[in-house]
T-cell receptor, first 114, second 111 residues
């Protein structure tokens, strides 16, 4: 079985500050890991994915995440927050066994202060 | 390219009524997923299909829920009879590789 835990249901940063959203996973097999973003009244949009290639993954909108097996983590970062980054962010995992369904974390709402 | 298309976007109904949510996946995708999103439970997988065949329906809450995929371009999620606790946003997603592509969701309110 696999699961993800997102630490912090709400994160607030100032515009221009570093964004760090935390995700820890639990998986009995090598995982695929994902970050999705959800804007109000919209569906989920893929930001980036880890599929056992490079451990540092770059995504859209300047976001990146690093897979750390020793820490079972896949934290999402962005060097400089923009007002348009305000949204809810979800970490997700699927096992590298062919089962395609993703298990999602509880989400982190990012607020960006001017 | 068209994304995943869901209808209706909003549905308000009364308890006991039948609700049918519809989904058109991205052309060429062989996996289709139904998720439900609520404040209390977050995103829950209800059921998913591969090549129109249900693979895992263990997340379907109870017999009031049913899902079908009669062909590669259409799926329905039906709730009969609906109850207030079914109020949620229902998402359809499709996939051909590892990542899922989501529709905009159907917001269901059961009074």
């Amino acid at each position: 079985a696999q699961s993800v835990t997102q630490l912090g249901s709400h994160v607030s940063v100032s515009e221009g500050a570093l964004v760090l959203l935390r995700c820890n996973y639990s998986s009995s097999v090598p995982p695929y890991l994902f970050w999705y973003v959800q804007y109000p009244n919209q569906g989920l949009q893929l930001l980036l994915k880890y599929t056992s290639a490079a451990t540092l993954v770059k995504g859209i909108n300047g976001f990146e995440a690093e897979f750390k097996k020793s820490e079972t983590s896949f934290h999402l970062t962005k060097p400089s927050a923009h007002m348009s980054d305000a949204a809810e962010y979800f970490c997700a995992v699927s096992p590298d066994t062919g089962r395609r369904a993703l298990t999602f974390g509880s989400g982190t709402r990012l607020q960006v202060q001017p | 390219d068209a994304g995943v298309i869901q209808s209706p976007r909003h549905e308000v109904t009364e308890m006991g009524q039948e609700v049918t949510l519809r989904c058109k996946p991205i052309s060429g995708h062989d996996y289709l997923f139904w998720y439900r999103q609520t404040m209390m439970r977050g995103l829950e997988l209800l059921i998913y299909f591969n090549n129109n065949v249900p693979i895992d329906d263990s997340g379907m809450p109870e017999d009031r829920f049913s899902a079908k995929m009669p062909n590669a371009s259409f799926s329905t999620l039906k709730i009969q009879p609906s109850e207030p606790r079914d109020s949620a946003v229902y998402f359809c997603a499709s996939s051909s590789r590892v990542e899922l592509f989501f529709g905009e969701g159907s917001r269901l309110t059961v009074l």
